[in-house]
């Protein structure tokens, strides 16, 4: 899928929760390193706090990441995910001493709607370590967290 296909129909609406995803450059595996791992997730609140939206769950895979997300007053899906993308970028980069994007352009998104089940959603998002074979008990891994959960 082509990276304006998957701007097709995207809808930013205040208060909207999203299902997100986004995959490395070309599905590196960078988050088996620790410190790389740990240092997107600071990014996260600090995403959270300056485009004033809410990662209710999320999970760090090696080659991935996958967030429901609900935006509050003012803010925009692709500002706040593509901060996130790009804060990260820049602060792994500085630390790594690298440089270049470490994201895939874009993102997957999927409006959730009133009746989804959140709970449901949330425990597929961080069931993920598992389904991958990375861990077989969800507590054994670092890099998630939920409201839900």
């Not at 609406?13 to 390193?33: H, P």
């Not at 300056?50 to 996958?66: E, R």
């Amino acid at each position: 899928m082509s990276w304006s296909d998957l701007r097709k129909g995207r809808f930013s609406q205040e208060r909207g929760e999203y299902f997100i995803t986004f995959n490395t450059k070309d599905r590196l595996a960078f988050f088996n390193d620790v410190d790389m791992a740990r240092t997107f997730c600071l990014q996260i609140d600090l995403n959270e706090r300056q485009y004033n939206s809410k990662w209710l769950t999320w999970v760090l895979m090696p080659d991935h990441f996958h967030g429901l997300l609900r935006l509050n007053a003012g803010a925009e899906l692709s500002k706040t995910v593509g901060a996130l993308k790009g804060a990260s970028s820049f602060v792994i980069n500085k630390i790594a001493n690298q440089s270049g994007s470490m994201w895939q352009s874009s993102f997957y998104d999927r409006a959730l709607r009133r009746e989804d089940d959140r709970i449901q959603i949330s425990r597929y998002i961080v069931a993920n370590p598992l389904r991958k074979g990375i861990v077989n008990r969800i507590g054994d891994y670092p890099y998630w967290n939920s409201i839900y959960l």
